[in-house]
C-alpha cells in the first residue's frame, strides 16, 4: 500500500518541479528578429512583385515577393558568427513598372533595410 501511494507522489511531484523551473527560467529558443526589406525605384516609387531571396551563410532559407508597398518582411534567428543577405530579382519584367536590375543586399543587426533598384537599359 506504501508504495501505490510513493510512487504516484513521486511521479508528481518530479513532474511539478520542472513545469516550474521551465516556467521561472524559460525554454531555451532562438530569439527572432524581423527584418523590414523596402524596395523604390530611383523616383522614390516602391515596387510592388519583386522576388526577394533570404540567404543565412550563403544558404537560401526564405523566399518571398514585396507588396504594393515595395516591402516585404522576414524573421530571422540571432544567431553568433551568421550573416544574412538578400536576393532581390525582378522576375515580371515590366508588369511592375520597368524591368529593374537585380541586386544583393546585406542584412545587418538594423531591422529596416531600403534598396533602391535601377532600371535596365
Known sequence: ?????????????????SVVFAAC??????????????TTDNTNLPIQGLKVTVFENRLAINEAYTDQDGSVEFYVAQKD???????IEDIDGEDNGGEF????ANITESS???VVLDKKN
Open 1 to 17: 500500500m506504501k508504495n501505490f501511494i510513493k510512487k504516484p507522489l513521486n511521479y508528481l511531484l518530479t513532474g511539478s518541479f
Open 25 to 38: 527560467y524559460g525554454a531555451p529558443v532562438e530569439l527572432e528578429n524581423p527584418k523590414l526589406i523596402k
Open 81 to 87: 558568427n551568421y550573416y544574412y543577405k538578400v536576393t
Open 112 to 114: 529596416f533595410v531600403e
Open 101 to 104: 536590375v537585380s541586386t544583393d
